[in-house]
T-cell receptor
């Protein structure tokens, strides 16, 4: 079955540590996205990528970094510079930029 | 710029009640419109979409009609079930207007009681 996988589902880290969230898709989609969702809030775009080896900052990129070395993979690193990293992180992909997006199940990150 | 405005929640209904969640938009081009649903602890699922004016998207008993004259895309269902309890997001894509991203509303939480 085609889809988007995110791992792990729950992640716990100590303050000051970098952590990398995995996102893999086998839909052959060109574009991939990372969003952050806080309780009771909508989605905020962190980074997006339209093609391999290229990515753009979204609305809240500070304290985050990404890479797109393969079409299938778009990992997100939450660095120690991110002031409030505890949140629910969602990865998405679309056939082409601007079209409907398909979401993974999310990773809930807790930093203490 | 592009924007989506959804009715404030939460919305609480009894089973078999009629549901309407309002969504209006602002866009520079001719956007495509979407409704997504998010069940507790999960990612978003595409519920339905419409790509041009007067199109009606439908899925699982939910419907929404793309109204260009009122810039609206209201979500409706004739008889809700407990299993419809979730957060619903309206979104637009304005690729023709030069936007590469989806713009989401803030979400409306629906609770259906038995």
């Amino acid at each position: 079955d085609g889809g988007i996988t995110q791992s792990p589902k729950y992640l716990f880290r100590k303050e000051g540590q970098n952590v990398t969230l995995s996102c893999e898709q086998n839909l052959n989609h060109d574009a991939m996205y990372w969003y952050r969702q806080d309780p009771g809030q909508g989605l905020r775009l962190i980074y997006y990528s339209q093609i391999v080896n290229d990515f753009q900052k979204g609305d809240i990129a500070e304290g985050y970094s990404v890479s797109r070395e393969k079409k299938e993979s778009f990992p997100l690193t939450v660095t120690s510079a991110q002031k409030n990293p505890t949140a629910f992180y969602l990865c998405a992909s679309s056939v082409y930029r601007g079209l409907e997006q398909y979401f993974g199940p999310g990773t809930r990150l807790t930093v203490t | 710029g592009n924007s989506v405005t959804q009715m404030e929640g939460p919305v609480t209904l009894s089973e078999e009640a009629f549901l309407t969640i309002n969504c209006t938009y602002t866009a520079t081009g001719y956007p495509s419109l979407f409704w997504y649903v998010q069940y507790p602890g999960e990612g978003l699922q595409l519920l339905l979409k419409a790509t041009k004016a007067d199109d009606k998207g439908s899925n699982k008993g939910f419907e929404a009609t793309y109204r260009k004259e009122t810039t609206s895309f209201h979500l409706e269902k004739g008889s809700v079930q407990v299993s419809d309890s979730a957060v619903y997001f309206c979104a637009l894509s304005d690729l023709q207007g030069g936007s590469e991203k989806l713009v989401f509303g803030k979400g409306t939480k629906l609770t259906v009681n038995p």
